[in-house]
C-alpha cells in the first residue's frame, strides 16, 4: 500500500462524552471524547482524552492521549 500526501488515512466519527476544570485558576479543561473510524480500511473504536490551556492570545498548549480498538467479527 503507498500513501502519497494529502491522503486520507484516518476518518472518525464520535461524540463528547466529558468535560472536567482540572485548574480552575490556568484554565485548564480536559475533554474526553469517544466514537469510531476507519485507518486505512480497518474498523476501529477510539477513545481521545486531551487536556488544554490557554497560553497566549487565539492559542493554547494541548496534550492528548488516544486508545485504538479494531472491531473483530466473530463467525461461528
Known amino acids: ?3 502519497m500526501l494529502g491522503d486520507i488515512i484516518y476518518e472518525q466519527k464520535g461524540k ?3 468535560y472536567r476544570i482540572l485548574d ?3 484554565s485548564t479543561i ?3 471524547i469517544t466514537g469510531t ?3 486505512n ?3 476501529v ?3 481521545v482524552t486531551y487536556w488544554s490551556k490557554p497560553s497566549s492570545y487565539q492559542s493554547s498548549i494541548q496534550n492528548n492521549e488516544k486508545y485504538l480498538m479494531q472491531k ?3 463467525l461461528f
Open 37 to 39: 473510524g476507519i485507518i
Open 41 to 43: 480500511g480497518i474498523e
Open 24 to 26: 480552575v485558576e490556568g
Open 45 to 47: 473504536s477510539d477513545i
Open 1 to 3: 500500500m503507498v500513501i
Open 30 to 32: 480536559e475533554t474526553s
Open 16 to 18: 463528547i462524552s466529558g
Open 72 to 74: 473483530v467479527k466473530v
